[in-house]
């Protein structure tokens, strides 16, 4: 038990006072005579033992009466160390699309902003974060209709993201008790980390759990065949549990294609194909229904004719060369010039330039060709075994490279898998292969990183995107390379990351860059529209195309215009990540220095009670009522 007002109780030690009165019993006797005493004793008698008695439970009654008053107005109470302990409330509350999944006909945030609504204060400030949005120092009351309203967001904040986002929120206040309320499914792929050393704070987790464990999604889409005027689609789908076949259908648009059936194979897997029409452009959902997770049943793309890509190929003589079975006339359009014939003003319209075994290559190019890659273009150096060393410096030592002495045969056994130039090109890392050879090659010097290299650990290819340089001639009996399995993948990935054109849809939440074959007027920029939602992209001009780079933005899924001036150049595509589609949750128990609850209403009931103040004041003054009472009791019956 404690006090508010503990230094009232020194009032107890009046107490002493009635004590010493009645023991003292400070009063004058008065002697009378009587003829006969006989019977007068025996009154006296028992009238002393009455009197002492009655005495007695009259002090008893006036000490308990006087002390339950002092200690009425001293205010006890009972109530927990943290009662009177300033509160610093953060909640999380996850919003993130695996919240779609259902409990009791409701969604599991819907569920949960019922619970926090109806179960914790409306009227004392906290602070509450979503996966992207905040609500700062304000009270439930304040933000009801926010959280009523709340959408669902493709982000989703890890374990730790939560832990440094909450830090954040606290206030800097000594001698204050800090409250981590996190409200989530807890996904298992979130990374389960949980390292919370600080003092004075409390971690509650609160796990939402659907009713059933259901789910459908559709997780790619791409193109299994073009013809040219028929593209042929397939699309994959996956379910977390055994179901029937789900229906789909496809539209362009708001127009239906085609409509079929899913059908899940033993591995919860399914395929499926549809033919498209190539002459128009298409901008595509495919779309399913099931009883699970809303955002994983759309998913938009978007096919339209592809843009070739501009290859000019400069030689020393006109010669049928292995590019023009790489470069072919489907995606690639190949002019071959010799150096001779060279018209400068066709340079500025490529998107890649390859230098063939020229011997010499003149200062007027070379000021050409640094202007054509200052403006986004790509080159290709393929050295002439006869070439000169001084005039090839010349132009190398632009982009910080020197040729010197040559060197004698050698193998190229070595393969930089983790260079872009060739990501998505090998499913594995290839360490015994057939080793292309060169019989001569320059010993070069440069700060661009190895593409592919001799056993030696010498480059034979090096560069980053935009600038390539080989160091042997291809031609002849100078390198088998051409030869070699490796030279299609090489030249073709540096043909097509010359103009990077659409895919068939781009993924929220990572950083996709795709290029667009338009040239703008000063000023002018690119915009990407849906409906009445509309923002400008991160974007590069060159001098025949425009680089379009996203990060943040869009932050919503579906079928985007790419404008200029207000005319539509094309559509892109944009889907959510399907990673929450697989509803595996983590196991708490696995984690340290956190309070598990049951439900938000328990939750709150406890922390209602470690707040709860149980005042006895009241129940003080009833027994110094009940006494005095008790004391006119004593005084009026007993004599």
């Known amino acids: 038990m404690q006090f508010k007002n503990p230094e009232i109780l020194w009032a107890l030690l009046l107490l002493i006072i009635p004590i010493l009165i009645h023991l003292l019993q400070l009063r004058r006797f008065k002697i009378t005579t ?27 009654t006036r000490l308990l009466l006087f002390a339950f ?42 569920s949960a902003v019922q619970d926090l609504l109806k179960s914790a204060p409306n009227d004392k400030n906290i602070n509450l974060f979503t996966n992207n949005a905040n609500f700062d120092n304000t009270t439930l009351k304040e933000i009801r209709n926010n959280l009523l309203s709340l959408p669902f967001s493709g982000n989703q904040l890890t ?23 996190v409200i989530s499914d807890f996904q298992q792929h979130q990374n389960q980390k949980w390292c919370d050393s600080v003092q004075n704070k ?19 889409v791409y193109i299994a065949e073009n013809t040219g005027e028929t593209i042929t689609l397939s699309a994959t789908l996956s379910t977390i549990n055994a179901t029937d076949n789900i229906p789909v259908a496809i539209y362009n648009g708001e127009k239906l294609i085609s409509k079929t059936s899913a059908v899940f194979n033993e591995t919860n897997s399914a395929k499926i194909a549809f033919t498209i ?37 400069i030689a020393e003589k006109e010669e049928n060369t292995f590019l023009s079975r790489i470069y072919t006339d489907e995606e690639f359009k190949l002019t071959k010039s ?17 230098l063939n075994e020229l011997i010499e290559i003149p200062i007027t190019l070379q000021q050409a060709l640094n202007s054509f890659s200052s403006t986004g273009g790509t080159l290709v150096l393929i050295p002439n075994d ?30 930089s898998f983790d260079h872009p130039l060739y990501e998505h090109v090998f499913d594995r890392k290839v360490s015994n292969f057939q080793y292309p ?68 849809y781009t993924t929220i939440g990572t950083t996709n860059t795709t290029d667009i074959a338009v040239e703008l007027s000063k000023d002018e920029v690119l915009k990407i529209t849906k409906d009445d939602y509309e923002f400008i992209p991160l974007q590069q001009p060159f001098l025949n195309k425009v680089s379009l780079t996203f990060i943040d933005n869009p932050r919503e899924d579906g079928n985007y215009l790419i404008t200029s001036k207000n005319k539509i150049l094309k559509s892109i595509s944009f889907n959510y990540p399907r990673k929450e589609s697989n509803l595996v949750y983590a196991n708490l128990d696995e984690l340290t220095n956190i309070i598990q609850e049951d439900s938000l209403t328990d939750l709150f009931q406890d922390l209602e009670k470690d707040n709860r103040v149980n005042e006895l004041w009241k129940w003080f003054v009833i027994l110094a009522l009940l006494f005095a009472l008790i004391e006119i009791g004593i005084q009026k019956y007993m004599k």
Do not use: C
């Open 69 to 110: 008053l002092i200690m009425a107005f001293a205010q006890p109470y009972f109530a927990k160390s943290t009662a009177f302990v300033t509160k610093d409330t953060v909640i999380y509350l996850d919003n993130s699309f695996s919240m779609q999944a259902k409990k009791e006909s409701v969604t599991l945030l819907e």
């Open 277 to 313: 029409n190539t002459n128009d452009p298409v901008k595509g959902k495919i779309v399913i229904e099931d009883n699970g997770l809303d955002y994983d049943n759309t998913f938009y793309f978007s096919i339209h004719k592809r843009e070739k890509i501009n290859v000019l190929l």
């Open 34 to 60: 009587f003829t006969n005493v006989k019977m007068l004793q025996k009154v006296v008698s028992e009238s002393r033992k009455s009197r002492s008695l009655k005495k007695w439970l009259l002090l008893a």
């Open 437 to 504: 050879t060169v019989t001569n090659y320059f010993s070069l010097e440069s700060g661009l990183p190895n593409i592919l290299s001799y056993a030696d650990g010498a480059p034979f290819l090096v560069g980053r995107k935009g600038v390539y340089f080989f160091t042997s001639a291809l031609s002849g009996s100078y390198s088998n390379f051409k030869n070699s399995p490796l030279v299609v993948p090489t030249f073709y990935k540096m043909g097509v990351e010359s103009l990077k054109q659409d895919e068939l």
């Open 338 to 354: 010799t150096i001779a014939n060279l018209n400068y003003s066709d340079l500025e319209k490529q998107n890649i330039i390859v």
């Open 202 to 220: 409390n971690t509650y987790f609160v796990k939402m759990e659907p009713n059933k464990m259901a789910n459908s999604a559709i997780d790619s």
């Open 159 to 181: 374990l730790p993201e939560i832990q440094l986002k909450a830090q954040s929120l606290y206030n800097n206040a000594e001698n204050t008790l800090k409250n981590l309320i």
């Open 386 to 415: 006869q070439g000169k060393t001084q005039n090839y410096n010349t132009f190398l030592k632009t982009f910080g490279s020197t040729f010197s002495s040559k060197k004698s045969s050698q193998e190229i056994t070595t393969i």
